[in-house]
């Protein structure tokens, strides 16, 4: 039987070999928004043969398909994100997590003037998550900034 990850594949003109079919299913297991590393050592352990470029090409394909979307919330690395549905990014600027949140139904679209087409529209926020928020004054680390597993 055919898993779901490979059906979306096929329906993009992807060839779903065994590795792709694992990275989409590894983002669609997870609310991390994981980058391309923490994939990598994710899968690791299970795929022996998987490589970093391998992980980065796929990611590539699969953002230039629609099927997961590339997030650029801070300079040092891009994040992923197998849900495309519209929402919104909140990335901790202490601990690193990224938090998702719903968009208000009524947003107001943004005001371009005449002659914009629109394709797509991002939401990202940056602070203090609430455990972040409530620890002591001054636990600014830096090693504290560096990504965590979960
Ligand atoms: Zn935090
Ligand atoms: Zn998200």
Request: proline content about 9%; aromatic content about 6%; some cysteine.
């Amino acid at each position: 039987m055919m898993s779901e990850s490979a059906g979306r594949l096929l329906a993009r003109g992807i060839k779903p070999s065994p590795q792709r079919v694992r990275i989409l299913d590894y983002l669609a297991g997870v609310k991390t928004h994981p980058s391309a590393e923490t994939i990598y050592q994710g899968l690791a352990p299970e795929l022996p043969t998987l490589s970093r470029t391998t992980v980065y090409n796929t990611l590539r394909l699969f953002a230039g398909a629609g099927l997961v979307l590339q997030l650029l919330l801070d300079e040092t690395e891009a994040r992923y994100d197998g849900d495309t549905s519209p929402h919104g990014h909140f990335r901790c600027r202490r601990c690193g997590r990224v938090f998702d949140f719903p968009l208000a139904a009524d947003s107001a679209p943004p005001r371009l003037r005449a002659g914009f087409r629109l394709e797509r529209a991002e939401l990202n926020c940056v602070g203090l998550c609430p455990a972040c928020a409530a620890g002591p004054a001054g636990a600014d680390r830096p090693e504290a900034l560096a990504p965590r597993g979960e």
